[in-house]
Structures are given as structure tokens and as C-alpha cells.
């Protein structure tokens, strides 16, 4: 799966970060939808094999997914992106140290409030 990102494009300028048009940030809507339904897939498919080899592939297309996340994350919230991105990378490392229904229902909620600010 490919993620608008925003390589190539700058971004910022001496006065911060360009305003996105209303189609950009629809389109990184869709994308962070679209990543947080993988993360999410692959988080529920981690809890529930116990093959240390699918382990390391899921935890693998977590980090990437996350990371593209992030991304998006800071790209149309700016500042507030990265509060959002610290709250979700501390939730991911509770869970992977702590892979049970709670950690990953704090994680759940807080990719499904943040996809609301979106």
C-alpha cells in the first residue's frame, strides 16, 4: 500500500508550514483511514499467532504503517501531529512490550480519536 507523503513537495517556508488545499486533506484523510485499518488488522493478527517468525512480519508492517502514519499525522496537523504522534508511539510501545487486550484497546481508541481531528 502506498501513502501520500510528501516527498518532493516542501513544505515549509520561512513563515512554517504551507496550508494544504481541502483536496490534500482529504486525500490525507483517506490514507490515514486506509493505514490505521492495516495497523489495526495486523495488531489484532499479532495478538493471536504465536509463530515468533509472523510475529516479526506483523510487528514490521506496524512500524511502517505507524511511521506513515506519523507522518501524514504531521503533515496536516503541524504541531498538534506530533502530540498525536507521541501519544500513538507510546501506546504502540506499551503494546509491544505488553501485547493484551487492554494496551491494544488504548491504542484503538486513540488512532480512532485522532482520525476524528483529522
Excluded: C, W
Excluded at 19 to 37: A, I, Q, V
Amino acid at each position: 500500500m502506498k501513502f501520500l507523503t510528501n516527498k518532493g513537495k516542501n513544505m515549509s517556508s520561512i513563515n512554517g508550514p504551507s496550508p494544504l488545499s481541502p483536496n490534500e486533506k482529504e486525500l490525507y484523510r483517506k490514507d490515514f483511514e486506509k493505514g490505521s485499518e492495516i495497523f489495526k488488522d495486523a495488531m489484532q493478527e499479532y495478538t493471536q499467532t504465536n509463530e515468533a517468525h509472523k510475529k516479526e512480519m506483523l510487528k514490521k508492517a506496524m512500524n511502517e504503517t505507524l511511521q506513515a502514519m506519523n507522518e501524514i499525522l504531521n503533515n496536516v496537523l503541524h504541531e498538534k501531529g506530533g502530540k498525536f504522534e507521541k501519544m500513538i508511539t507510546d501506546d504502540y510501545q506499551n503494546f509491544i512490550e505488553n501485547s493484551n487486550s487492554s494496551t491494544m484497546n488504548d491504542l484503538n481508541k486513540d488512532i480512532d480519536k485522532i482520525k476524528k481531528s483529522l
